[in-house]
């Protein structure tokens, strides 16, 4: 039986490339850049790449990426928008949880809930953080955004009858058409980390820095520090 997220994206690339989460790719990239220093010899691979916005804007800047994701249509999306653009980007078709990748690339990104944290377990998200970590070379560098636990906790806990403050789940009811014209409704099952649950993760994984910041659509930056208004959060980890 396919998950939500595999149910979602099954034929959702057009419409996804419309959705207004998905328009902060210049400035994301301009973060991404800054990170490893303009070094274009840094090989990165895109985890959850969706159709591609991240991989092709730093393909055009000279990087080389490889982009891998779960979904067909979104893949699909993703090789049709880097021929317009003229660029070569290597889009694989693999699960996050079992990528075949060990220490190859000098830089990870995972941006817009790509992948983590959608899994239906705790475990299931780790097996992705877990993956992208042996993916990396030995002085690799993790940069990943996700759900801001803060976030549920400052603004509708107590409103809410679909969070559960003891799971930090938000399950919910998604109602929505798909590019065909499909109207669909889906049952999601998403999970909120606080800050120092990805500190722990990510220092039982090796990592020996973690940073967490603030992550505004768009404008990705250093001194933008976390807040409980903030729905997700940046980070940025290294070996």
Same mark, same amino acid.
């Given at each position: ?17 419309? @959705? ?12 991404? @850049? ?78 817009? @809930? ?5 899994? @239906? ?119």
């Amino acid at each position: 039986m396919k998950q939500w997220y595999e149910l979602l994206f099954e034929n959702y690339a057009q419409k996804y490339d419309k @959705e207004c989460y998905v328009h902060g790719t210049m400035g994301e990239c301009d973060f991404i @850049e800054e990170e490893i220093g303009r070094d274009r010899s840094k090989k990165i691979i895109d985890i959850g790449c969706g159709t591609g916005r991240h991989s092709i804007e730093l393909a055009k800047r000279g990087y080389q990426i490889k982009g891998i994701d779960l979904s067909d249509s979104q893949l699909t999306r993703a090789r049709e928008k880097a021929k317009e653009h003229r660029v070569e980007v290597d889009f694989q078709k693999h699960d996050a949880r079992d990528l075949p990748f060990k220490g190859e690339f000098d830089v990870a990104i995972m941006l817009c @809930e790509g992948g983590f944290p959608l899994m @239906e377990t705790d475990e299931m998200n780790f097996e992705i953080l877990s993956n992208a970590t042996k993916a990396l070379k030995e002085d690799g560098k993790f940069i990943f955004t996700t759900l801001n636990g803060l976030f549920p906790l400052f603004h509708f806990v107590e409103k809410s009858k679909t969070f559960d403050l003891m799971t930090f789940r938000d399950r919910t009811t998604a109602l929505f058409e798909d590019d065909s014209g499909n109207k669909k409704e889906l049952r999601s099952d998403e999970r909120y980390y606080v800050p120092s649950e990805i500190t722990w993760l990510l220092k039982s994984l090796g990592y020996k820095k973690t940073d967490i910041l603030g992550a505004k659509l768009g404008a990705f930056s250093r001194n933008d520090q976390l807040t409980a208004e903030d729905f997700e959060m940046l980070v940025v980890a290294e070996k």
